[in-house]
């Protein structure tokens, strides 16, 4: 009692998000053990936040391991944006990079044929030196609720491994096989072990990459509405039915839209909520919240 007490008072006082769960951790331990088994290593990042979502630290892992990166739910990004960032990875992480989207089926060649193409080297070398050939191996990476899961399914036709609309869902490796020639490695999604950097975690946190349980809602719904009203102010006002004069903020949706409790108060976590659950089915519109220039990339 007295903890949860203490823990909820926490978190009000709390601005600052921290996440690790305990999967994560050993997660992250064999990640690095298995790194080495593999011939193709696949990141998957959310188009929506490219750069927020995106290891810093896989390089320095593997070396020299052909990395894809796949640029998921596309489909609730700006499309100006996505090639942008695309070209942006390529260059940066030295890889090769695929706009995807769950609903895009015919991404599904293109992401086998990248495997094959990448892959090709140590597969000749194996044979050269006279090995059995094997399939190729590779490994899917990348932050929480990115889209992994899914992907492989999509990849295999069948739902193999477990999905859902959360941070956290694949809590152990499980190796699939695609074809008899590809083999892929799900992997629970980790988040780097301090989140020092804030305007990453609240990103993370805006598409469900951090437990909930780890912010509070309304804080973070906020910030999504100042992100949104900087980078997209005719869509947000648009969608909430605000004129270009009125001010937008958690308080004036809430008494606009008529979410209010006694009083007349607005009802300012319900709104939260909804404002969060809206923006992440993509029924605000398609955005993308970071910005080369924000990074200093261009
Ligand atoms: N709109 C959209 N939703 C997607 C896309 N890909 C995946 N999703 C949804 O995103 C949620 C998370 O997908 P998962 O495949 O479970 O994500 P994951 O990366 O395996 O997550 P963890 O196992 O928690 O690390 C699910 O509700 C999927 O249906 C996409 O391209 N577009
Ligand atoms: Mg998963």
Redesign the pocket.
């Known amino acids: 009692m007295l903890k949860a007490k203490f823990k909820a008072f926490f978190k009000r006082i709390m601005k600052h998000i921290h996440w690790y769960p305990g999967h994560i951790a050993k997660a992250q331990k064999q990640l690095k053990e298995k790194l080495n088994l593999v011939d193709v290593v696949i990141e998957?990042v959310d188009a929506r936040i490219p750069y927020s979502s995106l290891y810093k630290t896989t390089a320095s892992l593997c070396p020299n391991k052909p990395r894809l990166i796949l640029m998921?739910?596309?489909?609730?990004s700006d499309e100006n944006y996505n090639k942008i960032w695309a070209n942006l990875l390529t260059k940066k992480c030295n890889a090769e990079v695929i706009i995807?989207?769950?609903?895009?089926k015919k991404d599904i060649k293109i992401i086998t044929d990248e495997i094959s193409k990448l892959s090709s080297e140590t597969m000749n070398k194996r044979l050269e030196k006279g090995l059995l050939p094997r399939a190729i191996r590779t490994m899917v990476i990348?932050?929480?609720?990115?889209?992994?899961?899914?992907?492989i399914?999509k990849l295999v036709g069948k739902a193999k491994?477990?999905?859902?609309?959360?941070?956290?869902?694949?809590r152990r490796q499980q190796w699939v096989r695609i074809s008899e020639k590809v083999e892929l490695l799900?992997?629970?999604?980790i988040i780097p072990t301090i989140q020092d950097n804030q305007n990453q975690a609240t990103k993370l946190a805006f598409v469900?990459s951090v437990g909930e349980n780890a912010y509070d809602s309304t804080q973070v719904a906020q910030e999504l509405i100042k992100i949104l009203n900087n980078l997209y102010p005719n869509e947000l006002k648009k969608y909430f039915n605000f004129d270009d004069k009125e001010e937008i903020n958690l308080e004036t949706i809430a008494l606009k839209r008529r979410w209010i409790l006694k009083e007349e108060k607005p009802d300012i976590t319900r709104t939260a909520n909804i404002i969060l659950s809206n923006y992440r089915?993509?029924r605000i519109g398609n955005f993308t919240l970071d910005r080369p220039e924000e990074y200093e990339l261009i």
């Open positions: 998957v998921n739910k596309s489909d609730l995807t989207s769950l609903k895009n990348g932050m929480p609720n990115v889209g992994k899961s899914s992907t399914n491994t477990k999905t859902g609309a959360k941070a956290g869902v694949t799900d992997t629970p999604g469900n089915e993509g």
